[in-house]
């Protein structure tokens, strides 16, 4: 058994992003996940939100909740990440004026979803970037 | 299960079953079932947005009339006024005279919230520098705000402010003083707040257990149903200039930003509207503001001025408070030292703990669970996703959510039940015209 979800990230739509995060987390709660389980993945799940609307050409975003656990795969269209090591470290940014001016784009994003999950694995090409996130519910 | 106490509450006769307050609940804590609205407990947070909203004026707050005090088991009485109440009058009626009135209602003291404002305001100066506080912490002085962080950001109660709010401090040390003072009893003092809303109400209705005395507040009187005793009487007043206790730091709590005023260096949030805590809870709960050091949410709009008990317009009572603090900007009525001391004592410390109110979850098994929400998605899919609230429940996935609870079904929907009677006609329709071949042999015969 297992709980999907699916949301569609639209490219450079700041205002509507963090609506999937908060969606993730009401039906979390329902489901009776722990409250600080669901914290983190509401985090994590935000800041792969922002990145895929600020850095990409939009994709979508997969939320499975298994009875040990729940994963969270984030796929973009691109331009994909040139330097992936990089982009890991907390306070490198490539956002441009205009996100860092709605107070986004600060480059904690990957570094803060690394953070908060038990499992992360990023792929990044041309095509666009996945990310895999797991985070242990038991 | 826990009993929960609200003051909100509905006047049946009142309601004409419509969806005003169902959409406009922040915390989607109303359905319509059998033509009224009814308060789900367990989701309520006294916000008192339903009583603003209701046109039938059907949502009310529960509070205590102004006799109560006449009760014969007070030997002596007291009145807390929120300073709230100075907003509701022009400047011409000076503070010792607005509270020189109230006296005169029948009160035997006069003691200002905005007293106890003072001392929690300052004391907020030493409590933010105690450890164990995650950054922003948050203002424990609206209870509609605490109980919403309760129901809907469990995660943040460990943000939340250990002082108690001015309310319960003021109270507690009044009553402590008269007992020495006067000799007499805890029980023989009656102690009512005069309140601009419904959350306080619901407080003093559910004293803490662990207080010394209880109850410490021993009713709730609202400002509308004293404002006009006040306007009656406040030209004809012997003014008592001692009524007045605190200064324009106290009193100005009564607006957004009031309380954050006392931590001048400090960086600073200060939220006014129901809607707008939420929203700004989300981001401290995401971590996107841990550069804040307090955040002051408060329910009503322009803070307690704007709460659903009052009679002035939010924004007028709002700068009638500025307008008044101004006059009195040097003013000080309490030394550092006697905050200092207070401080110390732990009375200004809340005795009992905030803690999450565990939520409704689907299903105790969590498998069962999981497949009541895919089912809550389909159904909801399967609605036509206007939320306009004729089914009774807040919108189409509320909807599906009583459905999956089996509080609700699915013709609730009229718009699903007219698809339901299009079905059913059609049907008909065909039944009819295919007529029956032994009907047609009848028929027959009878015309022959």
């Not at chain 2, 004026?57 to 205590?64: F, I």
């Given at each position: 058994?297992?709980y ?9 739509d700041?205002v509507?992003a963090?609506e999937?995060s ?6 979390l ?16 799940a ?10 990409s050409l ?6 499975e909740?298994?009875p040990d656990?729940v994963?969270?795969?984030i796929?973009?269209?691109g331009?994909g990440?040139p ?7 907390e ?7 205009e996100v860092?001016?709605?107070?986004f784009?600060?480059?904690m994003?990957l570094p ?8 992360f694995?990023i ?5 666009g ?10 | 299960?826990?009993?929960i ?7 049946k ?13 922040p ?8 033509g009224?609205?009814k308060?789900l ?5 006294d916000?008192?947005?339903c ?5 039938y ?8 009339p102004?006799e109560?005090i006449?009760?014969s088991a007070?030997k ?11 907003g509701?009058f ?5 503070i010792?005279?607005?509270?020189s009135t ?11 919230v905005?007293y ?13 520098e105690e450890?164990g506080?995650?950054?922003?912490v948050?203002s424990?002085?609206c209870?509609?705000?605490?109980k919403?962080?309760?129901i809907?950001f469990?995660d943040?109660?460990d ?5 108690k ?13 008269i007992?020495?003072?006067?000799g007499?009893?805890?029980?023989e ?13 619901t407080v ?6 662990k207080?010394?005395y209880?109850?410490l507040?021993?009713?709730?009187i ?12 406040i ?6 200039e001692?009524?007045?206790t ?9 607006r ?12 600073v949030?200060?939220?006014d ?19 804040i050091?307090?955040f002051e ?12 008990l009052?009679v002035?317009?939010?924004f007028?009572a709002?700068m009638r408070i ?11 009525f ?6 200092k001391?207070?401080y ?10 905030i803690?999450?109110r565990?939520?409704?979850t689907l299903d105790?098994n ?5 497949e009541?929400m ?7 899919e399967?609605?036509p996703?206007?939320d ?7 919108g189409?996935?509320?909807?599906a ?6 509080k609700?079904t699915?013709v609730n ?6 698809e339901k009677i ?8 065909e039944?009819?015209e295919?007529?029956?071949p032994?009907?047609w ?8």
């Open positions: 058994m297992a999907h979800m699916k949301f569609t990230i639209e490219q450079g700041y509507t963090g999937a908060r969606k993730i987390k009401r039906n709660r329902k489901i009776g996940i722990d409250k600080k389980i669901i914290r983190r993945v509401a985090i994590a935000y800041e792969g939100e922002m990145n895929v609307a600020i850095h939009g994709g979508e975003m997969g939320v909740l298994l656990k994963v969270v795969v796929q973009d269209k331009p990440i330097d992936l090591d990089l982009a890991m470290k306070g490198w940014s490539t956002a441009g004026k860092r001016e709605m107070g784009g600060a480059g994003g803060n979803m690394e953070k908060n999950a038990d499992e694995q792929k990044s090409g041309s095509s970037t996945t990310i895999s996130m797991g985070f242990n519910v038991n | 299960m826990l009993e106490f609200h003051s909100v509450y509905l006047e006769d009142k309601c004409e079953g419509c969806t005003n307050c169902l959409r406009g609940c915390t989607k804590a109303i359905r319509v079932r059998d009224k609205a308060i407990e367990d989701k309520c947070i916000c008192g947005e009583i603003r909203i209701c046109p004026h059907a949502k009310q707050a529960l509070t205590d102004i109560k006449k009760d007070y002596y009485t007291v009145a807390l006024p929120a300073p709230t109440i100075l509701q022009k400047k011409q009626y000076s010792p005279q607005i509270l109230i006296k005169e209602l029948g009160f035997d003291e006069i003691a200002e905005a106890g404002a003072e001392l929690v305001g300052e004391a907020l100066k030493y409590e933010i450890d506080y995650e950054k922003p948050i424990s002085a209870p509609a705000v605490v919403l962080i309760q809907r469990p943040l109660v943000n939340v402010s250990k002082l709010s001015p309310m319960i401090v003021t109270a507690g040390l009044t009553r402590e003083r007992i020495k003072e006067k007499l009893k805890p029980e003092i009656g102690i009512f707040f005069i309140t601009p809303c419904a959350a306080k109400a003093i209705k559910n004293p803490s257990e207080e010394k209880i109850p507040v021993d009713g709730a609202s400002i509308i149903d004293i404002y006009g005793e006040i306007r009656r009487k030209n004809n007043v012997n003014v008592d001692s009524t007045q605190s200064s324009s730091k106290g009193f100005s709590w009564a957004s930003g009031g309380e954050s005023d006392f931590l001048k260096d400090k960086n949030l200060n939220v509207g129901i809607n707008n805590v939420i929203n700004v809870l989300e981001e401290i709960e995401r971590g996107k503001l841990d550069d050091d307090f949410g408060l329910a009503c709009p322009g803070g307690c001025v704007g709460g659903c009052t002035e317009n939010s007028v709002k500025q307008e008044r603090a101004k006059n009195i900007e040097n003013q000080e309490i030394e550092e030292k006697k905050i001391e207070v110390d004592e732990n009375k200004l410390t809340r005795l009992e703990e803690k999450p565990e939520p409704q105790d969590m498998i069962i669970a999981m009541k895919a089912e809550i998605d389909r159904i909801t399967e609605l996703g206007f306009c609230g004729s089914c009774g429940s807040p189409c996935r509320a909807l959510e009583d459905i999956v609870r089996g609700a699915k929907c009229i718009f699903v039940l007219r299009s079905e059913l006609s059609m049907l008909t329709n039944i009819v295919n007529v029956h032994m009907m042999e009848k028929e027959k015969k009878e015309t022959e």
